[in-house]
T-cell receptor, first 112, second 121 residues
Framework: DIVMTQSPDSLAVSLGERATINCKSS????????????LAWYQQKPGQPPKLLIY???TRESGVPDRFSGSGSGTDFTLTINSLQAEDVAVYYC?????????FGGGTKVEI | QVQLVESGGGVVQPGRSLRLSCAASGFAFSKYAMHWVRQAPGKGLEWVAV????????DYADSVKGRFTISRDNSKNTLYLQMSPLRVEDTAVFYC??????????????WGPGILITVSS
């Protein structure tokens, strides 16, 4: 199974500042045939289901504010939240969909 | 609009059975692969099972293989998860989720609100 490791477990960021979350996979999730990284990021607020933010490592889902961006390739990925807003307080998960079993990182809690 | 609504949750004793349902609306259900994902209280997300758009292909997490069965009824726009025998460690909120259309694996673009399963004697 591909193990997804996120860091840090939690971070506190001031309003308007940048939050950076890292995700490392135990093996590459870059598929050479299509040159896509099979990596997604989700946001989960308390009492709510996860919400898809980013897929293919760097493609923003429709309607997601452009302060959210994803980067990285192979085994190392980053979710960046620029100019953090109060509504961004949540737990963020990375997920690989390269191969089953599909696996999630342990989550990163972002607080103000 | 796309809606997924789980039902069938509750409190059940270890060793017993339970069937979850996920009613889908607002999209062509029969064209999408569907997943179950669970989240134990205060914990992270764990993928549970997937079923192809036509029901012909299924896969499971090792933790539930042989105990859980995913199925679907495209005529009723409903996804199911039959769980038996249940264990205390199956206690979780279960979500159904729609997979983005793709010829291979893809992320989940819509999720239900979730349903709580508590396995306890």
């Amino acid at each position: 199974d591909i193990v997804m490791t996120q860091s840090p477990d939690s971070l506190a960021v001031s309003l308007g500042e940048r939050a950076t979350i890292n995700c490392k996979s135990s093996q590459s999730v870059l598929y050479s045939a299509d040159n896509n990284n099979y990596l997604a990021w989700y946001q989960q607020k308390p009492g709510q289901p996860p919400k898809l933010l980013i897929y293919w490592a760097s493609t923003r889902e429709s309607g997601v504010p452009d302060r959210f961006s994803g980067s990285g390739s192979g085994t190392d990925f980053t979710l960046t939240i620029n100019s953090l807003q109060a509504e961004d307080v949540a737990v963020y998960y990375c997920q690989q969909y390269y191969i089953a079993p599909l696996t999630f990182g342990g989550g990163t809690k972002v607080e103000i | 609009q796309v809606q997924l609504v789980e039902s069938g949750g509750g409190v059940v004793q270890p060793g017993r059975s339970l069937r979850l349902s996920c009613a889908a609306s607002g999209f062509a259900f029969s064209k999408y692969a569907m997943h179950w994902v669970r989240q134990a209280p205060g914990k992270g997300l764990e993928w549970v099972a997937v079923i192809s758009f036509d029901g012909n292909n299924k896969d499971y997490a090792d933790s539930v293989k042989g105990r859980f069965t995913i199925s679907r009824d495209n005529s009723k726009n409903t996804l199911y998860l039959q769980m038996s025998p249940l264990r205390v460690e199956d206690t979780a909120v279960f979500y159904c989720a729609r997979q983005v259309p793709s010829g291979s694996w893809a992320p989940f673009d819509y999720w239900g609100p979730g349903i709580l399963i508590t396995v306890s004697s």
